[in-house]
């Protein structure tokens, strides 16, 4: 049974590109929530998406924004990229009501 | 809003001794706690959890937390560590009756040494 399975693993972007990041959740689940870890730092809520919709989102600007589609799976998409984006982001996924994430391995970005 | 505090950085232990890595909580409301491992360049794994009932949680490799309401903690503990426990452990809330997000602490890097 495949976990949670994220993409790109690394990319490196210049500051003020546009980057997409990809996720397909573990088999049954249909939450997606992103999250992101600076260096040194403990993951921060980006957003969850249910049912295709944007269900809460955490404090972070428009700049990042997402999608689910109807296979539940996920992008998170950061335009205008800064030096300050460059972080390790992880997407898990959950079943509603169900406490507890099961989480990718993450795609480490790097701005330049 | 909540807040999660791990008052330890970084701890190091030699190997089969005991280890307690502490959290320490803020929330308004009734929450939910987890402590969850990352090892070096993976995701986070979900260690385990408090929803309700016995104050004593257990996980497969022997690490326990228990729930202090009064303390408002969730402290870490196993009683003999082996060199392959090595990694950064966190601890997280949820509300109770949200939307399940996580608020995570900073990070405690658990490091065993033979």
């Known amino acids: 049974d495949a976990g949670v399975t994220q993409s790109p693993t690394h990319l490196i972007k210049t500051r003020g590109q546009q980057v997409t990041l990809r996720c397909s959740p573990k088999s049954g689940h249909d939450t997606v929530s992103w999250y992101q870890q600076a260096l040194g730092q403990g993951p921060q809520f980006i957003f969850q998406?249910?049912?295709?919709?944007?269900?809460q989102r955490g404090n972070f600007p428009d700049r990042f924004s997402g999608h689910q589609f109807p296979n539940y799976s996920s992008e998170l998409n950061v335009n205008a990229l800064l030096l300050g984006d460059s972080a390790l982001y992880l997407c898990?996924?959950?079943?509603?009501?169900?406490?507890?994430?099961?989480f990718g391995s993450g795609t480490r970005l790097t701005v330049v | 809003a909540q807040s999660v505090t791990q008052l330890d950085s970084q701890v190091p232990v030699f190997e089969e001794a005991p280890v307690e890595l502490r959290c320490n909580y803020s929330?308004?409301?009734?929450?939910?706690l987890f402590w969850y491992v990352q090892y070096p360049n993976q995701g986070l794994q979900l260690l385990l959890k408090?929803?309700?009932?016995?104050?004593l949680v257990e996980s497969i490799n022997g690490f326990e937390a228990e729930f202090n309401k009064s303390q408002t903690s969730f402290h870490l503990r196993k009683p003999s560590v082996h060199i392959s426990d090595t990694a950064e452990y966190f601890c997280?809330?949820?509300?109770?009756?949200?939307?399940?997000?996580?608020?995570f602490g900073k990070g405690t890097k658990l490091t065993v040494n033979p």
């Open positions: 997280a809330v949820s509300t109770q009756g949200g939307s399940e997000k996580l608020v």
């Open positions: 408090y929803l309700s009932g016995s104050t």
């Open positions: 998406y249910y049912e295709e919709e944007e269900r």
């Open positions: 898990a996924s959950s079943l509603p009501g169900v406490h507890g994430y099961t």
């Open positions: 929330s308004s409301v009734s929450v939910y």
